[in-house]
């Protein structure tokens, strides 16, 4: 789905398949420590929505993560006026992201599917691959 996406965009971008090669359950922690060994000169990113900060500590290895990469938040309505002491990271103000990939899967889940949140190249590859339990 990430393909589908990004070759609408004019910048370059490269998806990295690691996780879906390891199958199984897959730990941010486990990603962010094979990108440090194949790009080990490069500086990383993560780029995660500010539901996902209200509960980062809770993640696997926090203080791991957050000795290999810097860590940006967005906005995300209904979340971010929490104070989190110990969490180094960046804000981005002027991005506002209405969706999330949690609520596409509910919607989906309660067969309500949300055309209006997709492209519709992601909305025909979620329902050709049965994609969250789609019948």
């Known amino acids: 789905m990430l393909n589908l996406f990004i070759k609408q965009s004019e910048k370059k971008i490269r998806i990295e398949d690691w996780e879906l090669r390891q199958g199984g359950m897959s730990y941010t922690c486990d990603t962010v420590a094979y990108l440090k060994t194949r790009y080990p000169e490069e500086e990383l990113f993560l780029l995660i929505g500010a539901d996902q900060l209200d509960n980062f500590k809770n993640w696997k290895n926090p203080d791991e993560i957050l000795q290999n990469i810097q860590l940006i938040v967005f906005p995300r309505e209904g979340f971010g006026n929490k104070i989190h002491a110990g969490i180094p990271f960046s804000r981005i103000s002027d991005f506002n992201v209405r969706i999330?990939?949690?609520?596409?899967?509910?919607?989906?889940?309660?067969r309500n599917?949300?055309?209006?949140?997709?492209?519709?190249?992601?909305?025909?590859?979620?329902?050709?691959?049965h994609l969250y339990g789609l019948s």
């Open 113 to 129: 599917f949300p055309y209006e949140l997709l492209t519709p190249e992601i909305a025909e590859y979620i329902q050709q691959h």
């Open 100 to 110: 999330s990939s949690t609520l596409i899967r509910e919607k989906i889940t309660s």
